[in-house]
Nanobody, 112 residues
Framework: QVQLVESGGGLVQAGGSLRLSCTAS?????VNWYRQAPGKQREWVAS???????SYADSLKGRFTISRDNAKNTVYLQMNNLKPDDTGVYYC?????????WGQGTRVTVSS
């Protein structure tokens, strides 16, 4: 079993930055960040493998950076130049031991 805990969300003005963290209860492999805006479906944001290979949703390249600290079992999502459309709940996700795991989410609100 894996527990994922997200943190770092909050209220920020447009153009600002936030760094989200996803801390796992054990060693994890690939980790994904997703987000869900109010009234919309959950969408994929970015992924990182254990060897730190990364991928991003095309619309977010250049503003978001995913990284990890394997010693801390933690994955980060640095979000810069935030826009009101980035508002939503951000979730981290991983697949381990035959199961798909999600954190409880951290809320990001970007004001205009």
């Amino acid at each position: 079993q894996v527990q994922l805990v997200e943190s770092g969300g909050g209220l920020v003005q447009a153009g600002g930055s936030l760094r989200l963290s996803c801390t796992a209860s054990r060693i994890i492999n690939a980790v994904n960040w997703y987000r869900q805006a109010p009234g919309k479906q959950r969408e994929w944001v970015a992924s990182i493998t254990r060897s730190e290979s990364t991928s991003y949703a095309d619309s977010l390249k250049g503003r978001f950076t995913i990284s990890r600290d394997n010693a801390k079992n933690t994955v980060y999502l640095q979000m810069n130049n935030l826009k009101p459309d980035d508002t939503g709940v951000y979730y981290c996700n991983t697949y381990a031991v035959g199961n798909n795991y999600w954190g409880q989410g951290t809320r990001v609100t970007v004001s205009s």
